[in-house]
């Protein structure tokens, strides 16, 4: 795994990875490893390259969008676009969307798409 981040001057901030496997897993594989010690090592392909943006527009508002894209024999993607509102110290709102982009037989196409609503208190 190799990544790097910079800041820049105006607030806007952004990552990027890349992570190289030696072995590519089936689904079955990483479905019958699930609670096995090799679990966090199981890749269904072996190159990933991902990226993250995340900005403060206000005291009040953030956003970040995450991509990662997997090179596998069919190239696939996961975009994840976040909104996020803090009403105080205590009350956060979050809106964002999970979509799965790519052949319905690659890693991320098998999966349908996710919208959320999340409200967090604390105290």
Avoid: C, H, W
Wanted: charge should be negative; aromatic fraction near 18%.
């Amino acid at each position: 795994m190799l990544g790097a981040d910079y800041v820049f001057q105006n607030g806007l901030n952004l990552t990027v990875e890349g992570l190289y496997s030696s072995e590519a897993f089936t689904y079955l594989d990483a479905i019958s490893n699930l609670n096995g010690e090799l679990n966090g090592n199981i890749t269904l392909s072996r190159f990933y390259l991902g990226g993250m943006m995340s900005y403060d527009f206000s005291i009040y508002l953030s956003g970040a969008l995450l991509y990662v894209e997997s090179f596998n024999d069919e190239n696939s993607r996961f975009i994840s676009p976040t909104l996020t509102y803090t009403l105080n110290d205590n009350n956060q709102f979050n809106v964002g969307a999970l979509i799965n982009s790519g052949p319905s037989d690659s890693e991320f196409g098998m999966f349908g798409n996710s919208y959320y609503l999340k409200y967090l208190l604390s105290f």
